[in-house]
């Protein structure tokens, strides 16, 4: 999960890594003047996505007279498909030089990816691509040895050696205790006084490890609307995403590449999903309020008009998955849709059977191919 | 011990967590499917038994009294670290573990240390292992499986099953099927497989199951080229409408700009003569017309 930058520099903060003095916005929300950083500012769109400088989402602000208008502009952006929830205010800090710095864990070979280049500021790949260094080198994923690998290639930046040598410390401690996945900076502000601090900070946490980092799961508990997916699998315990507002299948579906592979298919031909989900049929436990939810979720979205239940299972009996299916339908608080359902897997048979007897607007196919004809058919003539 | 050499109908397999409910579930299953289980581990369970396979409470003790080679780990995601380490640790030569949610940090511990051992790590998040009517190690559904000429490799289990049903359905089957896992940090990615599927004489075409994040498409690309791999290769690519910044369901299927995108993932695996599809249909469709003209 990638944090917000406001997130990110305050819990790099508690790592002792510097940034300027800022402070987070919701959007629309009051402020006293005497919260605020020393100005001038940089206010910058808060949203979990890189891009946001060429998506116009940073401007500079020199009175407070014209925070509220150029807060409101940037709140009005959608940025990467994310709309702008709110915004960092931080003051504007003069700078000697830029320089990028990152860690990341390397997928193939385990180890800790240590990245350093005095260009900073910029898209780094096509910078390198052109010429600007770029020092690498790999460690293990253990303080001192980030550190003894890292401190060559931080010795190549311009700035006091001390603070370099603490910027790189204080990564290597923060990268290990919140389990990153990667954590960038870029720029590394360097200050005339060879001073550093954080110029912007991508932070990219491994959702596995929420359970065991508490600070994380407090944040996005308290942040629904920053982090809606991983607030919504802390409590539900499923993956459950809005990909278009504006569709018109509802989705209940588990497995994550097969969901991501009927969204895909219903685009092909034509057809808006409106979500992704991976409802996990072996956590429902015999008890149907995870349905109960996403069924009332997909009933109350406002271009839904016929909701596709697809679940190939291995092992999940169908036929109590069914009558879990009937009872959540039976509890829905919203106007139920009509229903399609493909059934694969054990007792698919019998679960046909309690789907046909149950008096719901439900119909039922073995095969997929079959089941999206359906929804194709029956948006078609919903719509004459 | 190569994975060749361990896919084999009588390797003895050894089960940690074997007193579970899914993993007595599971024991069941696979020993139907022929799998040569031997033994059980459970921590303090010593002395119990699962449908007449004796538990153990360490790797130790159950590699001493059964000489299992191969482990399948039904443990719950936090402690799979400490129990893959406690496997690798008695000499298991294959560790397989089908657990979702293990911390990134945590695989790539068990990935370097399976790697000093020599040993062959496949998962986390894996449906597993299998080659029809030999050997099963995981969860792959009995209606998706059919011996036949088709290596199969998947990072999803779901798309998996739906693609295997598919083929079975068309007449066709799996000569091997290795689920790697969704997650960034895995104990085996696509591209080391090619030496298997290479040298296999069982597989005839190979099918990659992929999806958007990470870069293992893109590696799979890559090896084709470096290694001429001469079997044709297939591959579907799940994730083409999802949006960039949200992780879908699995670990892995995260994208940044263009890295690990749709796009970045079918140009390389076209470039490499991959032939990439778009539906689960157009895919077996391009496999039948790819056996039909060999």
């Not at chain 1, 829905?332 to 059977?353: E, K, W």
């Not at chain 2, 089960?15 to 993993?23: E, I, L, P, R, Y």
Request: aromatic share 4%.
């Amino acid at each position: 999960m990638l944090l917000l930058e406001h997130d990110a520099k305050t819990l790099l903060g508690h790592y002792g890594l510097p940034a300027p003095s800022g402070i987070y916005l919701k959007a629309g929300q009051n402020y006293s003047k005497r919260t605020l950083p020393p100005g001038p500012w940089m206010v910058k769109a808060q949203t979990a996505t890189g891009g946001r400088g060429n998506a116009g989402g940073i401007r500079t602000c020199e009175q407070t007279e014209t925070l509220d208008p150029v807060r409101r502009d940037l709140e009005g952006l959608t940025i990467g498909n994310l709309p702008v929830h709110g915004c960092r205010v931080e003051s504007r800090v003069e700078f000697e030089h830029e320089g990028y710095v990152s860690l990341s864990l390397n997928t193939v070979t385990g180890l800790v990816d240590i990245l350093v280049s005095p260009v900073g500021g910029v898209q780094i790949e096509s910078a390198v691509a052109d010429g600007a260094p770029l020092h690498r080198a790999s460690a293990l994923p253990e303080r001192a040895a980030i550190i003894a690998a890292g401190t060559p290639l931080i010795d190549t930046l311009e700035g006091d050696p001390q603070a370099l040598h603490k910027v790189l410390e204080d990564l290597a401690a923060a990268f290990l205790d919140l389990e990153a996945i990667l954590l960038e900076i870029n720029p590394l502000f360097i200050l005339p006084d060879g001073g550093c601090l954080l110029g912007d900070a991508k932070l990219v946490l491994d959702g596995n490890a929420f359970s065991r980092q508490p600070q994380i799961e407090s944040l996005i508990e308290d942040r629904s609307v920053d982090y809606p997916e991983a607030h919504l699998k802390q409590h539900h315990g499923f993956d459950f995403i809005v990909t278009d507002p504006n569709g018109a299948v509802g989705l209940l579906t588990t497995g994550a590449g097969l969901s991501m592979m009927l969204c895909d298919e219903l685009k092909t031909r034509g057809l808006q999903p409106y979500n992704f989900c991976d409802i996990r049929t072996g956590g429902l436990r015999d008890d149907p309020q995870r349905l109960v939810d996403v069924l009332n979720w997909l009933c109350c979205a406002s271009h839904t008009r016929v909701i596709l239940v697809n679940i190939f299972a291995g092992i999940t009996d169908l036929a109590v998955f069914a009558a879990l299916l009937v009872r959540a339908l039976d509890e829905l608080s919203a106007p139920v849709l009509p229903v399609i359902a493909r059934l694969t897997g054990p007792n698919a048979a019998r679960a046909t059977r309690i789907l046909d007897s149950s008096q719901l607007d439900i119909t039922v196919y073995p095969d997929l191919g079959p089941a999206l004809d359906a929804v194709d058919q029956l948006l078609a003539t919903s719509s004459l | 011990m190569n994975l060749s050499e361990l896919l084999c109908a009588d390797t003895p397999v050894m089960v940690q967590g074997a007193t579970g409910h899914a993993a007595r579930r599971h024991m069941a299953l696979m020993r139907r499917h022929g799998t040569n289980i031997v033994a059980g581990v459970s921590p303090g369970r010593a002395g119990e038994a699962v449908d007449g396979i004796d538990i153990h409470s360490t790797c130790a003790a159950a590699r001493a009294a059964s000489a299992a080679v191969i482990a399948i780990q039904f443990v719950p995601a936090r402690q799979v670290a400490e129990a893959a380490r406690e496997a690798l640790e008695s000499g298991i030569k294959l560790l397989v573990t089908v657990t979702e949610g293990v911390p990134v940090h945590d695989s790539a511990r068990i990935m370097r240390f399976a790697r000093e051992r020599g040993a062959i790590w496949i998962g986390p998040s894996t449906p597993g292992v299998t080659i029809p009517g030999v050997i099963k190690l995981g969860f792959m559904p009995d209606v998706s499986l059919n011996p036949g000429p088709i290596g199969v490799m998947s990072k999803s289990g779901t798309l998996a099953y739906e693609v295997c049903h598919r083929l079975v359905r068309a007449g066709l089957g799996q000569s091997t099927w290795i689920g790697v896992g969704g997650d960034p940090v895995k104990g085996t990615r696509f591209s080391e497989l090619l030496d298997y599927f290479g040298a296999d004489p069982r597989t005839k075409s190979v099918v990659a199951i992929g999806e958007i994040g990470g870069m293992e498409e893109e590696e799979l690309a890559q090896a084709i080229e470096d290694k001429r791999f001469g079997k044709p290769c297939h591959c579907l690519v799940a994730g083409a409408s999802a949006p960039a910044g949200k992780t879908l369901g699995h670990a892995g299927a995260l994208v940044h700009g263009h890295h690990g995108s749709f796009d970045a993932k079918v140009d390389a695996l076209s470039q490499a003569g991959v032939s990439v599809q778009h539906t689960v249909d157009e895919l077996i469709a391009d496999i039948q017309t790819s056996l039909a003209t060999a």
